[in-house]
């Protein structure tokens, strides 16, 4: 399931409070994927990483009741209280237990009753409360003990794949540069290799680091390759470097937008989806006459790759006549 039906499964699930359980390799995005669903709900995510807990971070500490002679527990404090002062708990959100397949089986063992009965011991998880669960594959080559069957049997699973249009509409919303949202398109097959025997390898998440902390930041050249190569490998980082040394003497979407019925159009397949991934973040209802003419002058797949993006990026585009003349001519290559 791509992420952006994980993430409408996640909704679903969350209010129908039936956990589920996530399942991908590092790095694909399941932890944001369960952030943005609570954002969309405006409720709390109590993120909780069970592979660093023992039995009794989970469980509980026992205290002594010396009045009434018997064993009581402390909860968790990672759990969210049954009351807030005298009254019951009624705030909402989400338990995401992250991590669930790297914590040792016992610490599993502790989540029956929880995933089934909302319930640990005499904890009771608020009413409004549900919770979900994410982790790693053993193919994933990461910490993983297998899940009890038990405990498998009260969860939903889902298996959460890469889709290069699902972490396009994430970057772009997530002000990632247009030089590598133009490379993950140019690229697709280095979104995500996974590579068993080498430190660093492409993940959506390391091209995140690579756009944040390392691209952009007036490094030396030298310094700036190692450290991407440092984050997505050497192969994946020098075709990356490669690109943005290529990309990097495109005309601005201003100066595009200045003269869009003169200045040069690329014929390198590379740079065109670097211009494309540039302009669908400028293109807007004011300047879309101007947009459209330059727009018009690409390859019919880099006209379509700019508009999705710009439509994207800005729904108000449908209010243009430019844009809607132009989706009239263009509909079945956009939609398809």
Do not use: C
Request: hydrophobic share 45%; glycine share 6%; no cysteine.
């Amino acid at each position: 399931m791509k992420p952006s039906e994980t993430l409408s499964a996640v909704l679903h699930l969350v209010e129908r409070r039936r956990p589920g359980m996530l399942w991908g390799a590092p790095g694909i995005g399941k932890s944001d994927i369960l952030r943005q669903a609570a954002a969309s709900l405006d409720i709390e995510l109590r993120d909780v990483r069970l592979s660093t807990m023992d039995v009794v971070d989970v469980r509980g500490f026992p205290v002594p009741d010396l009045e009434n002679q018997v064993m009581k527990w402390l909860v968790a404090n990672f759990l969210p209280p049954m009351k807030i002062g005298n009254k019951a708990n009624k705030s909402k959100g989400v338990l995401f237990l992250d991590e669930l397949t790297s914590a040792v089986p016992a610490v599993q063992a502790t989540m029956y009753q929880l995933m089934l009965d909302f319930r640990i011991g005499e904890y009771i998880l608020p009413e409004n409360w549900s919770i979900m669960a994410a982790g790693n594959r053993k193919t994933d080559r990461s910490v993983v003990h297998d899940m009890p069957a038990a405990l498998s049997n009260r969860l939903i699973h889902i298996d959460v794949e890469v889709d290069a249009d699902d972490w396009d509409n994430w970057a772009r919303a997530n002000n990632i540069s247009s030089v590598t949202r133009g490379f993950m398109r140019f690229r697709p097959a280095l979104l995500h290799k996974f590579d068993a025997n080498a430190h660093a390898w492409p993940s959506g998440r390391s091209w995140a680091f690579v756009d944040r902390d390392i691209r952009g930041h007036n490094l030396p050249h030298a310094l700036e390759t190692q450290l991407v190569a440092g984050a997505v490998g050497a192969g994946a980082g020098a075709e990356y470097m490669a690109y943005a040394t290529l990309t990097s003497k495109l005309p601005s979407a201003k100066e595009i937008l200045a003269a869009p019925d003169t200045i040069p159009v690329p014929d390198d397949p590379s740079v065109l989806y670097a211009v494309a991934t540039m302009l669908d973040t400028h293109l807007t209802t004011a300047n879309m006459d101007k947009g459209i003419k330059f727009v018009e002058r690409l390859p019919k797949e880099f006209q379509v790759l700019t508009m999705r993006g710009a439509l994207t990026a800005n729904p108000d585009l449908t209010t243009s006549p430019k844009f809607t003349t132009w989706l009239s001519k263009n509909s079945s290559l956009l939609i398809g």
